[in-house]
Nanobody
Framework: QLQLVESGGGLVQPGGSLRLSCVPSGFTLDYYIIAWFRQVPGKEREGVSYISASGGTVKYVDSVKDRFTISRDDAKNTVYLQMNSLKPEDTAVYYC???????????????????????WGQGTQVTVSS
């Protein structure tokens, strides 16, 4: 079964940093687009960041620009989300998602929507609180 495993969440004070990791189980990340999403209870899952299969294109939702950085290390088969200057409103369960780039299903218009992504992790809790 193909799935993703997230790690690195936790409790951090406002202004602090965390680095989330996303590792696939049952496949390698080559040729896969990876995105990070987050969700709080009662709200829809929100796309936070995206990285293309080549790593040459990254995208961020406006609320995290200049604070979060997505990267991938295909040699380690891992995608990271470095989160700096964390705010209480960043508190959420964070998920990584993957989609095979060859399907062409991820576009400029839908990268932040959960529907096009086939593979998901179980999520990791990030809590920003003093």
């Amino acid at each position: 079964q193909l799935q993703l495993v997230e790690s690195g969440g936790g409790l951090v004070q406002p202004g602090g940093s965390l680095r989330l990791s996303c590792v696939p189980s049952g496949f390698t990340l080559d040729y896969y687009i990876i995105a990070w999403f987050r969700q709080v209870p009662g709200k829809e899952r929100e796309g936070v960041s995206y990285i293309s299969a080549s790593g040459g294109t990254v995208k961020y939702v406006d609320s995290v620009k200049d604070r979060f950085t997505i990267s991938r290390d295909d040699a380690k088969n891992t995608v990271y989300l470095q989160m700096n200057s964390l705010k209480p409103e960043d508190t959420a369960v964070y998920y990584c998602a993957a989609e095979f780039s060859g399907w062409g299903s991820i576009t400029e218009q839908n990268w932040a929507k959960p529907d096009p992504y086939d593979y998901w992790g179980q999520g990791t809790q990030v809590t920003v609180s003093s």
